[in-house]
């Protein structure tokens, strides 16, 4: 029967050399060349028996026979109270693994690949260790926590090292392009893809920086000209105390260089230049992407997959291994959004703690014995307040990568990549809450919701809320995110490169120095290691020891990486335009990242398992995230943060140019008085917010009414219509500039291809020589053709005998062009 039968079809495989005569499929490949390294693969490192109790040594066994029936070459070293692991896996392995990504990746798969680099030989023996088994079930990442085994390492090639030491990690190759192909050949691509995304990123900052800059000079340029300032400078306007009880009334005129800071940020060119960031942000993201095409297609990854990736691991490791099913969960994933809600509401709640904290500041500052402290309470308070913020993202980072962990371990994700997308995720948005929680209020509350003379908002009935200064709320934005960002960029900096550096030296200083290396291994060390080459085992065990020296790393180390520059560039975007020299301190910062992350990983940490990607997976949907919340964050810190929206007001509607005939005068003067209201002791109200003390100026004059930063009728304290008038106007332009900035978005990423027409050409030639090739490599005779086809016809026709009745209209092999 045709169940019996061996098909038609499997016997033309087999005659093309694709399967074998019993069945097993073996895909005609390039010979492998075996790859020895003069050390190995991987390394376990344990403590002696004397340090470990019974069940941790039948443990530790029980995984080392394990590998052993999977035919790995196992080295164990002992070293004072240390036992060193070498691992090296079989060729065997090597040769599964390129036969089942040519079968799975056949697009990508070059003829030409006959060696397996040391990178890829790490990748898989670090697959195959986690995802070995003892008899109790547990693996190694479980026995690491339990003791079993101290660490776990690959190890640095000793001659690349150097080249890479040479070429890219020093401080004096700061302004030279970075070898990514080195980068990728010693790291793999999930590292390479992160130094080529922090090179574009830091070279398409220099436009912004230097428009930033161009934007800084101009408010400077206007610095001792500007009417704005000559009013606050020149008037004698009294204002009304910023605090109860002991805060007195103060003279408008003593804040004039608070408003000139302001000016520096808060002007027209600002609004041009948070127009400018939002389409660069997108620019910069679609010019990424063609960025990336070339090179994933330069390493031939273009295609890959992270799933198959995932199943050729598995079964090289394990021939019988089943699928991991995909599983969802409605209960889990509802419990996980409840707590991520909670503890989004926890971050909110410390923001709330930082305004409480800044408002008791003012007023314990204002109340002093200091009257430099008195006179600038408010500042100082912001100040301390953007310290505290600092010190309260040091602690929550750890708090938040906990919380974060927690709840992928509570998702029960189907893998290890799985796992990583959402802790990022998670992660990522606790830490921008953290990070901008406090911003936001500042931007967008702080002096909006503190009341009026007579009405104030407090906080437990005691203390009044924070007010803006009459010159703008923007100065406060400013202060707050450049205490941030430069106290976050040089700390974390400077300790991201003195830890490791005071970790080698400490594990230096706890073990023994070994003999050197002898003059047999250095030679071998130095020259291309021939088949079955090793070190002697003095050698290898100094090799062996100087990475164990070396600081630790984990399956998270670069993700830290890639969140300090997300949330560099949220900064960059989101708040710029009360920032302009945003751009340039992140520009400085990422030329010095680059070299010191380059120097960490080369010189102080223990050598990052290769991994294969094609992208920089969720990062760009956050990154996309961002910029289209910097287009809505930035509209609304021009219309409602700034004081763009009430100068144009004044300008066109109550100033002396309104009404079109003023040409002798500029048309702000006059702005700043007509920004605030008057209040009087005749009120009840008043005299009641008021004690006669707080009623006297510094020169001891007593004043019965003062002013204060609203639009409010000084009779029945109602706001006034030019208070709607600008409310509506404030509106209308944040809907104006986020549709036109959308509008320009879109257009971009309409324009910039995602890939280069010469990338896709270059392609689509090598798919077509690669066929090509591939169809050569199996040609087969016509005799051979010919006898396959018959067996297939024949059986056809047993199948269905109304396909007889069309062979005479079918072409014999005979008429077929030969091959």
């Known amino acids: 029967m045709p169940g019996h039968r061996r098909q038609a079809s499997t016997e033309l495989l087999e005659l093309m050399g694709v399967v074998r005569e019993n069945g097993n499929e073996q895909m005609s490949l390039p010979p492998l060349i075996q790859y020895n390294p003069l050390s190995y693969d991987y390394v376990l490192v344990a403590k002696t028996r004397e340090h470990l109790d019974r069940e941790s040594i039948k443990k530790q066994n029980e995984l080392i026979e394990e590998l052993k029936k999977k035919n790995f070459k196992i080295k164990k070293i002992t070293n004072d109270d240390l036992v060193f692991f070498g691992m090296q896996a079989p060729i065997e392995i090597f040769e599964k693994y390129r036969y089942l990504l040519k079968v799975s990746d056949a697009c990508n798969w070059r003829s030409d690949q006959k060696n397996v680099p040391l990178s890829t030989r790490i990748r898989v023996v670090h697959f195959i260790l986690n995802h070995t088994p003892i008899s109790s079930g547990e693996g190694l990442r479980d026995l690491m926590k339990m003791k079993v085994f101290e660490a776990r390492f690959c190890l640095h090639e000793k001659k690349k090292q150097r080249e890479l030491t040479q070429s890219w990690a020093r401080w004096t190759a700061c302004f030279q392009w970075q070898p990514i192909d080195a980068v990728r ?95 660069w942000a997108t620019l910069f993201l679609e010019f ?27 079964i090289v490791n394990d021939v019988n291994c089943e699928p991991k099913k995909f599983k969802h969960s409605y209960l889990r994933s509802t419990l996980v959004l409840i707590c991520v809600i909670i503890m989004i509401l926890v971050i909110i709640g410390l923001t709330h703690a930082l305004v409480v904290f800044r408002v008791i500041a003012a007023v314990q500052l204002a109340e002093g014995p200091w009257e430099f402290m008195s006179t600038h309470a408010n500042s100082i308070a912001m100040m301390l307040g953007a310290v505290l913020h600092y010190l309260i993202i040091t602690v929550m980072t750890q708090v938040n990568k906990s919380v974060a962990t927690k709840l992928c371990e509570l998702e029960k994700t189907r893998s290890f990549a799985t796992t990583e997308r959402s802790f990022t995720v998670k992660m990522f948005t606790f830490q921008f809450f953290t990070y901008f929680s406090s911003l936001f209020y500042v931007a967008f509350f702080l002096g909006r919701i503190n009341g009026h003379p007579g009405h104030y908002v407090r906080i437990a009935s005691k203390w009044r809320l924070e007010e803006c200064h009459p010159s703008g709320c923007l100065t406060d934005l400013f202060i707050q995110m450049a205490i941030i960002m430069v106290l976050k960029q040089t700390i974390s900096n400077v300790f991201e490169f003195t830890g490791p550096w005071f970790g080698k030296w400490l594990k230096r200083r706890r073990t023994h120095k070994l003999q050197r290396k002898c003059a047999n291994c250095y030679l071998k060390d130095e020259t291309q290691a021939k088949h079955g080459a090793e070190l002697c085992d003095n050698c290898k065990l100094r090799d062996w020891l100087n990475n164990y020296r070396l600081n630790a790393v984990d399956s998270f180390s670069l993700f830290k990486e890639f969140l300090e520059m997300v949330i560099q560039f949220s900064f960059t975007t989101i708040f710029v335009a009360a920032f302009p020299l945003a751009p340039l301190l992140a520009l400085i910062n990422n030329v010095i990242e680059i070299r010191l992350d380059a120097i960490k990983m080369v010189t102080l940490e223990r050598r990052l398992i290769p991994k294969k990607t094609n992208d920089i997976g969720v990062w760009i949907d956050l990154l996309e995230a961002i910029g289209v919340l910097a287009v809505i964050a930035n509209g609304l810190v021009i219309g409602v943060s700034s004081d763009f929206i009430p100068r144009l007001v004044y300008r066109y509607y109550y100033g002396p140019c309104a009404n079109g005939t003023a040409t002798d005068i500029d048309c702000m003067v006059g702005y700043i008085n007509n920004t605030l209201s008057t209040v009087s002791m005749g009120n009840l109200e008043i005299r009641k917010e008021f004690s006669p003390l707080q009623m006297v100026t510094p020169n001891g004059m007593n004043v019965s009414s003062c002013s204060y930063k609203d639009y409010r009728d000084s009779e029945d304290y109602n706001l006034t219509p030019q208070f709607w008038l600008i409310l509506a106007m404030r509106f209308g332009f944040v809907i104006l500039f986020e549709h036109i900035v959308v509008i320009c978005k879109f257009i971009a990423a309409w324009f910039v291809p995602a890939a280069p027409v010469r990338v896709k050409n270059d392609s689509l030639s090598e798919k077509l020589e690669r066929l090509k090739e591939e169809l050569g490599s199996h040609s087969f005779s016509a005799s051979h053709l010919k006898r396959a086809s018959a067996d297939h016809l024949r059986e056809q026709v047993e199948r269905e005998p109304s396909v007889a009745l069309c062979a005479e209209s079918v072409p014999t092999i005979t008429q077929l062009p030969s091959h």
Not at 194 to 215: D, E, F, M, N, Q
Not at 290 to 308: A, G, I, L, P
């Open 288 to 314: 990424w992407k063609r960025h990336r095409t070339f090179f994933v297609c330069k390493w031939k990854v273009s295609d890959w997959c992270e799933e198959e990736e995932e199943l050729i691991l598995e």
């Open 185 to 279: 050949n010693y790291f793999g691509e999930k590292v390479a893809l992160y130094y080529l995304w922090l090179g574009w990123y830091t070279y398409v900052l220099i436009i912004p920086a230097v428009i930033g800059v161009i934007v800084f000079l101009y408010g400077l340029a206007f610095f001792n000209t500007s009417p704005l300032i000559k009013e606050v400078c020149d008037i004698d306007l009294v204002m009304c105390p910023l605090c109860d009880k002991r805060c007195k009334v103060w003279l408008l005129s003593d804040t004039c260089t608070y408003a000139k800071v302001s000016l520096l940020f808060d002007n027209e060119g600002t609004v041009l230049f948070a127009m400018v960031m939002a389409v």
